[in-house]
């Protein structure tokens, strides 16, 4: 299992990001893809997450702003973050977990891509 994410940034308060997760080496298609982040001092916290089935969820926190999506013949999953606020701020992790529904908080991860929001 490889993933590999892109995105990440620089973005003022109130600005967009879109961050992309590139999948490899599994059959993806049968894979829950989770967007998790992890700011300075603070644990791990799933955002969002679409399943095989392509149930969706999101945190509290973000609905609203951001939106998951995948697109299953480029192994792709995209998170689009808008509305971003300096609590955004945090690296971003995707991670892969087989036939999982949404939530999940274990499986494959990604090496994440740092978001940076400033006032």
């Known amino acids: 299992v490889q993933l590999v994410e892109s995105g990440g940034g620089l973005v003022q308060a109130g600005g967009s990001l879109r961050l992309s997760c590139a999948a490899s080496?599994?059959?993806?298609?049968?894979?829950?893809i989770g967007w998790f982040r992890q700011a300075p001092g603070k644990e791990r916290e799933g955002v969002a997450c679409?399943?095989?089935?392509?149930?969706?969820y999101y945190a509290d926190s973000v609905k609203g702003r951001f939106t998951i999506s995948r697109d299953n013949a480029k192994n792709t999953v995209s998170l689009q973050m808008n509305a971003l606020k300096n609590e955004d701020t945090a690296i971003y992790y995707c991670?892969?977990?087989?036939?999982?529904?949404?939530?999940?908080?274990?499986?494959?991860w990604g090496q994440g891509t740092q978001v940076t929001v400033s006032s």
């Open positions: 991670a892969a977990a087989q036939w999982k529904s949404c939530p999940f908080s274990s499986g494959s």
């Open positions: 679409i399943s095989w089935r392509l149930d969706i």
């Open positions: 080496g599994f059959a993806f298609g049968v894979y829950a």
